[in-house]
């Protein structure tokens, strides 16, 4: 293994006793005060992410709008300047590339933010298809910017208190540009977004000023139970919220159909986007397998890998994610279940360290916000 990247950040982790982990190539805090603690304050109050590791590639020139919407499934064409939309990169057969966010800058101008697993293999799979975009241009700026997320119900008072503009008006996916926070020398891109299930922000800062903005925003955010809050709390709770995690319930093998994510799937439109033909197929015959969530009846955890069985314990599918939920209070999964065993209601087994133990398909999300 070679040496682990670290973020503008890293420096902060000591501070707040953060203990740090391998992730795909990046050192990060998996957790602070723990995992339980930070996942409750943002449930209730607020959490403080570091995700610089994430990647960011800007897309630009003249055809980048038939450019993007060739390689993603959402529609481009519909996007509009200061609004962010979720989409996928998929391959012919319909499998996930990647999952990302795209922000609209300009009518020439998108910023890319991708997984950070995937960075590399969604910067070289732009380039390779933007050889026939002879105005596009890719760009990428993974290293040149820090990405802080504040999440939790008391997100929009601690944000408002360290600038002038209005947040309160700014609606789920959409983004103000060149925000100047006070005691901040650098302007800042804020979105309203995240990946917990709650309401809250991802500032986007450039490098240089991203240590002073995590300052800025833990003494904004004293009086409101601020905290930093790691990997492992960002885990449970996009989990508890239902949001896939790359690698678990999207990869090159399970597509947006099966993940139950189609809303962001636009087979109708016009651009014959790459997996278009085989994604348009799985909406009109079905799917063999797709992504559900599951309750344990009997007592028992069910962990990513756990092979879920029928009443013959015929392997019928897998736990993509799964831990006790924090906030429920039960034994949840996300899991990979073939049909017709994946119909709400239906009872499941899980193989847990070789018992095999009663579960039931049930909706997801597990957890909604008030």
């Known amino acids: 293994m070679g040496e682990l990247k670290r973020t503008p950040l890293y420096p902060e ?23 339980m603690r930070e996942h409750r304050s943002t ?5 403080l992410f570091d995700v610089s590791h994430m990647g960011k590639i800007v897309v630009s020139g003249l055809e980048s709008v038939a450019f ?13 300047t200061n609004k962010v939309q979720y989409s996928f990169m998929c391959n012919d057969d319909g499998g996930t590339i990647d999952d990302l966010l795209i922000y609209m800058i300009d009518d020439k101008e998108y910023l890319l933010v991708v997984n950070a697993s995937n960075a590399k293999k969604d910067l070289v799979w732009l380039q390779q298809h933007a050889q026939d975009y002879r105005s596009v241009k890719i760009d990428d700026k993974s290293n040149d910017y820090a990405i802080l997320a504040l999440q939790g119900p008391k997100a929009e008072k601690i944000i ?5 503009i209005n947040v309160s008006v700014l609606k789920m996916f959409s983004f103000y540009n060149h925000v100047n926070i006070i005691g901040l020398q650098q302007t800042t891109l804020i979105s309203r977004t995240g990946y917990t299930g709650e309401d809250g922000f991802e500032i986007l800062v450039q490098k240089s000023a991203s240590r002073n903005l995590w300052n800025i925003l833990l003494e904004a955010g004293e009086e409101y139970g601020l905290a930093p809050a790691g990997l492992g709390a960002r885990d449970t709770l996009r989990f508890e919220a239902g949001l896939p995690l790359y690698g678990q319930e999207l990869s090159e093998d399970i597509s947006p159909i099966e993940a139950g994510l189609s809303f962001a799937v636009k087979t109708e439109k016009q651009s014959d986007f790459i997996g278009k033909t085989a994604l348009k197929n799985q909406l009109n015959k079905g799917m063999h397998q797709k992504i559900v969530g599951i309750e344990m009846v009997e007592r028992g955890i069910p962990r990513i890998g756990y092979e879920i069985v029928n009443k013959e314990h015929k392997k019928i599918g897998r736990i993509t ?16 279940i073939e049909r017709p065993y994946n119909e709400i ?7 847990i360290r070789n018992h095999i133990l009663k579960a039931k398909v049930i909706k997801t999300p597990f957890y909604k916000r008030n």
């Open 43 to 47: 449930r209730s109050e607020a959490g």
């Open 345 to 351: 209601g239906t009872e499941v087994w899980v193989n």
């Open 160 to 164: 408002q208190k360290i600038t002038d």
């Open 13 to 35: 982790y000591e501070k707040y006793n953060g203990k740090l982990i391998e992730f795909f190539g990046w050192e990060l805090p998996v957790q602070f005060a723990g995992i």
């Open 68 to 80: 993007l919407d060739h390689l993603v499934t959402n529609n481009i064409s519909k996007l509009v």
């Open 321 to 336: 994610s799964g831990t006790h939920s924090p906030t429920l209070k039960k034994s949840l999964g996300l899991a990979l």
